[in-house]
């Protein structure tokens, strides 16, 4: 209970101290925060996909990586879905890694892209994709395949 208590009012404390900041220091912020949450993203799904690898859920009764997201982690299931896929094509396509890190890629395109790319003629369509919305991916797939 107490640290509930602790994190409202870190929580209220943080908001509190931004109010203070200067336009360009709130934004600044905002940026390296960005970058930051990008980079635990793609540390996550390089973590999933050896847990994956590994089949580690299955120590913890799960009988799924997806399962273990959602029952565990209490990741929504579309959220799940969307990192059981990117993990999965990483295994297979390293190079989404570094895309994700940087936001040339999110989660949402990796996973529409993970069910079409199999061997390494398919990896073409991973850079033909960088920095295209969600509705962009849609339309290169639906036209292509």
């Known amino acids: 209970m107490m640290s509930q208590t602790?994190?409202?009012?870190?929580?209220?404390?943080?908001l509190?101290?931004?109010?203070?900041?200067?336009?360009t220091a709130l934004m600044t912020q905002f940026s390296v925060m960005v970058q930051k949450e990008r980079?635990?993203?793609?540390?996550?799904?390089?973590?999933?996909?050896e847990i994956g690898k590994r089949?580690?859920?299955?120590?913890?009764?799960?009988?799924?990586l997806f399962l273990y997201l959602v029952e565990k982690h209490r990741y929504s299931r579309s959220a799940a879905y969307r990192r059981v896929q990117a993990a999965k094509l990483s295994l297979r396509c390293p190079e989404v890694i570094p895309y994700l890190t940087?936001?040339?890629?999110?989660l949402t395109t990796v996973s529409l892209l993970e069910p079409y790319i199999h061997g390494e003629?398919?990896?073409?369509?991973?850079?033909?994709?960088?920095?295209?919305s969600k509705q962009e991916v849609e339309d290169l797939l639906t036209e292509r395949y």
């Open 6 to 14: 602790f994190n409202i009012q870190t929580h209220s404390d943080t």
């Open 39 to 49: 980079g635990a993203t793609a540390d996550i799904i390089r973590h999933l996909a």
């Open 102 to 106: 940087s936001g040339e890629l999110n």
């Open 16 to 23: 509190s101290s931004l109010s203070q900041l200067k336009d």
């Open 55 to 64: 089949r580690l859920y299955l120590k913890e009764a799960y009988s799924s």
């Open 121 to 132: 003629k398919d990896k073409s369509l991973i850079v033909e994709c960088l920095n295209k």
